[in-house]
């Protein structure tokens, strides 16, 4: 089981970015997935997430109105379309896998890719 997570980079305020988590495993629609993201000397945090057959989805209070998660079962990824990006999005996110029902708890998913950077300069 692996989750690949890709997209991430330098981009100025008011940019847009769009991560990428493809996962090795079939069926990926019986996994709940999510979207953490961690900055220097700060805890893991909460950003998105989608249930497995994408009907119900969920944001932070940070994000909301310019974050968009997303998936396709059947190329097995998920996505994260991060628009108006800020200074205070600069972080290594982080994407994540759970079966069953959808969670904001990062210590409740299972299955982790390995992070990519987001960096919003000002």
């Known amino acids: 089981v692996q989750l690949q997570a890709s997209g991430g980079g330098l981009v100025q305020a008011g940019g847009s970015l769009r991560l990428s988590c493809a996962a090795s495993?079939?069926?990926?629609?019986?996994?709940?997935v999510g979207w953490f993201r961690q900055a220097p000397g700060k805890e893991r945090d909460f950003v998105a997430y989608?249930?497995?057959?994408?009907?119900?989805?969920y944001y932070a209070d940070s994000v909301k109105g310019r974050f968009t998660i997303s998936r396709d079962n059947a190329k097995n990824t998920m996505y994260l379309q991060m628009n108006s990006l800020k200074p205070e999005d600069t972080a290594v996110y982080y994407c994540?896998?759970?079966?069953?029902?959808?969670?904001?708890?990062?210590?409740?998913?299972?299955?982790w890719g390995q992070g990519t950077q987001v960096t919003v300069s000002s």
């Open positions: 994540a896998a759970r079966q069953g029902r959808t969670m904001t708890i990062a210590t409740m998913y299972g299955y």
């Open positions: 495993w079939l069926p990926f629609s019986n996994y709940a």
């Open positions: 989608i249930s497995g057959s994408g009907g119900n989805k």
